[in-house]
């Protein structure tokens, strides 16, 4: 495990998504903050610049389980996800709630061999 603290700033947060998509021994990457709509909030914009697919389904399952806890204040979270050369990254709001959300209702279940009927391990060799 890895972890790195970085400022607002679009580069970076950029670079620091490069150096841990190049580790090999990392599998997926998940970050916390800079998803809203404020100048300073660069989080997705640094995503748009290291990957290679988007998993848009996240950011939308993400908002649509936001939604029941907060009402439309989740209109302003930028939650993304996306694949770059192999490895999965999630960009998750920074409140503790949203982390919170996002890890118990999404991604400990697509981070289980376990969880049926799919799941982000069993197709990570080949992505």
Known sequence: MDRSIEIDDID????ALNVMIDNKDVDVIITTGGTGLTKRDVTPEAFDLV???????????FRMLSYKKI????????????VSRGKLL?????SPGAVKDGWDDIL???LNSNHKPCNFV??????
């Open 12 to 15: 970076k947060i950029t670079d």
């Open 51 to 61: 990957i290679d697919k988007c998993i848009p389904g996240f950011g939308e399952l």
């Open 71 to 82: 009402g439309t204040s989740t209109i302003q979270s930028r939650a993304v996800a996306g």
């Open 90 to 94: 999630f960009a998750l709001p920074g």
């Open 108 to 110: 400990k279940n697509q």
């Open 122 to 127: 069993d197709i990570i060799s080949r992505i």
